[in-house]
């Protein structure tokens, strides 16, 4: 039940169109769903984040979209560059039971390799 | 600034050594967490302090021995490591409270374990 799939494992797309990366998730209690991009030799950057009361967010070219009764969210990123080429990581944890938790533990998909050729 | 530091950057040792890792970051966060990063694959959850007090040790070998000293830093001692401890080792940081779960990782500090 702790466990974030995310699909495709490698993604190749042409400069100018759209990536798509997919996440699903089965915990029902997982109430924060952010997406990392990381880059060879460093360490994962937070890129946009989604809570489930909202189905869509956008940040500039990426949109996260989010299907709570599918249990499945999204990354969109729109008019693809060759420098969005990195690894990108889907997570999701339980903000709200922090207490219970003790602490926060972000669940992570096994990521999707990006390339964008120009 | 979203900012957080780790030193070394690159560290070789053998399986003899004692090491130590640093993380810093100064954005007021009260949550600080270690991952080991493997090629290829997520990062796994190492340890999470908060409020500098041990929160979550994810069964981690006592080989690997975590260190807050404060607010602002965390470390992590390293003895006796085995190759297959050969990872990229990152550091994160969060607040501590519930309106907010943004984890800021550090660049990471690759070991080489020989």
């Known amino acids: 039940q702790q466990q974030v799939k995310q699909s495709p494992q490698s993604l190749i797309v042409q400069k100018g169109g759209i990536s798509i990366i997919n996440c699903a998730y089965e915990?029902?209690?997982?109430?924060?769903f952010p997406w990392y991009q990381q880059f060879p030799g460093k360490g994962p950057a937070l890129l946009i984040a989604?809570?489930?009361?909202?189905s869509e967010k956008k940040e500039g070219r990426f949109t996260i979209s989010f299907n709570k009764s599918a249990k499945q969210f999204s990354l969109h990123i729109m008019d693809s560059q060759p420098g969005d080429s990195a690894t990108y990581f889907c997570a999701a944890s339980m903000m709200g039971r922090w207490e219970e938790t003790s602490g926060s533990r972000l669940t992570f998909g096994e990521g999707t390799q990006l390339t964008v050729n120009p | 600034d979203t900012e957080v530091t780790q030193t070394p950057k690159h560290l070789v040792m053998g399986m003899t050594n004692k090491k130590s890792l640093k993380c810093e970051q100064h954005m007021g966060h009260r949550a600080m967490y270690w991952y080991k990063q493997k090629a290829k694959k997520p990062p796994e959850l190492m340890f999470v302090y908060s409020y500098e007090k041990l929160s979550i040790n994810e069964s981690v070998p006592s080989r690997f021995s975590p260190e807050c000293p404060n607010s602002s830093l965390l470390n992590l001692h390293l003895h006796a490591l085995q190759p297959e401890d050969s990872a990229l080792y990152l550091c994160?940081?969060?607040?501590?409270?519930?309106?907010?779960?943004?984890?800021?990782f550090g660049p990471g500090t690759r070991l080489t374990v020989t």
């Open positions: 994160a940081s969060s607040h501590r409270d519930r309106g907010s779960d943004e984890q800021y």
């Open positions: 915990n029902t209690a997982f109430d924060y």
């Open positions: 989604i809570r489930p009361d909202v």
